[in-house]
């Protein structure tokens, strides 16, 4: 059974950076997918970033593409997300998702994944 936990979050303003961590433990073998993902109140959970393990293919969702950056350290089975410029709207908790042999056309629906971090709560004020 994976497990995922997050780290990292925090209350900033307007332009500062985040860098968010998720640590996985249990079996990680295979062709993991580890994503990504935010959900504010009153808001669906939407896509953010994923990375695929085993090759390094990276995607970001548009409204971040520029500003967020999501990385691996493979020593630690860790994944990073990097967030600059952070903009108000991006203020939701933030969730570390990871599943295997994922499509690609799964990687951005939230559903898809089996495994899932408690969350960490990232607040941007104006």
């Known amino acids: 059974q994976v497990q995922l936990a997050e780290s990292g979050g925090g209350m900033v303003q307007a332009g500062a950076s985040l860098r968010l961590s998720c640590t996985a433990s249990g079996p990680t073998s295979g062709r993991y997918v580890m994503g990504w993902f935010r959900q504010a109140p009153g808001k669906e959970r939407e896509f953010v970033a994923a990375?695929?393990?085993?090759?390094?293919?990276?995607y970001y969702a548009d409204s971040v593409k520029g500003r967020f950056t999501i990385s691996r350290d493979n020593t630690k089975t860790t994944s990073f997300l990097q967030m600059n410029s952070l903009k108000p709207e991006d203020t939701a908790v933030y969730y570390c998702a990871a599943d295997r042999a994922m499509i690609t056309s799964s990687i951005r629906i939230a559903k898809d994944y089996d495994y899932w971090g408690q969350g960490t709560q990232v607040t941007v004020s104006s």
């Open positions: 990375l695929r393990w085993k090759e390094g293919a990276t």
